[in-house]
């Protein structure tokens, strides 16, 4: 019987992967990482939630204390990308750092076991051709998540199981009901969990980043208004900028180094390329001729038409068939191939001429 290490994070996703597994007759042992103190799935809530499903499932569960590396790979690196302007994507960060890397290492070396699973809608499948595993869209696109996982390198993708890959969500829910599983009626979590956590992102913010004031300026070079901190907006932004204006205007650009907000009108906020750094190809080894892909720039849009462009040192240039609208430094590039996730990075923020 094969011994599987399943995160458990105490919702109905990761409860329903551990049951399937167990019920196909692997040997499944609950994990749990204790990220922070508070509501939602990842905190105190999860926890003991998760223990809960364990103790139905009838199998072992352990907790790991990973407040510390929470605090350091996505706490710290949250706050410094919004301090310098930017919108770090916390969530790639927290699987490849926080998530997938430890909880590999911690069934290796405690309890036994070679093979981790996760509730996350994704499949892998393995090339024999190239000898690299690839990560596919789950065959639920609406709950796919493989955006989030573009950054989790072969010697993860070698010892993953997604089980919910192939399921819709509807029938994650029916045989989470099928099955008597107490998670499931459970509602889906919203937002991401510090935002369950502290209530928003900006109350977050507000804990590590003291207000800051500089002006709102037009793409015209007029001031408009006034801000508290550059922390407080992200490219693409229309409510909530503080300001009257005949027309709507949209947070184009984050000077850090003047400290200004620039807004403009919806054309300015379209974009024909962008640089991406921090690349990571998973699906295909990195080529060294321009490619065609589907590129996303944040998870809830659509993959569109581009060419990605290698240009060493892990970066990549993106040229969109169509200027593309709110791309913000900080937040994932994706690029696709149909449902074969080819590779991704992080968007760089512009370089002035």
Known sequence: MKKVVVGLSGGVDSSTAAAILHREGYDVVGLTLWLMKGKGQCCSEGMVDAAGISEQLG???????????????????LVSGYGSG????????????????????YAQTELGSDTIATGHYARVDFDTETGRYQLLR?????KDQTYFLYDLEQEILAHCLFPLGQYPKSETRRIAAELGLQTAEKPESQDLCLIESHGSMKAFLEKYLAPKPGDIVHVDGRVLGQHQGIHNYTIGQRKGLGIAAPHPLYVVDIDAGRNQVIVGDRASVHSPS???SRTNWVSISQPSAPLRAQVQVRYRTRPVDATVVPWGDNRVNVSF???QFGITPGQAAVWYSGELLLGGGIIEPKVED
């Open 321 to 323: 068939d169509e200027p």
């Open 274 to 276: 962008c640089t991406v």
């Open 138 to 142: 789950a065959v639920d696109r609406q």
């Open 59 to 77: 199998i072992p569960h352990h907790i790991v204390d990973s407040r510390d590396v929470f605090e350091k790979y996505i706490v710290d690196y």
């Open 86 to 105: 930017v919108t770090p994507l916390p969530c790639s960060q927290c699987n490849k750092a926080v998530k997938f890397g430890p909880m590999l290492r």
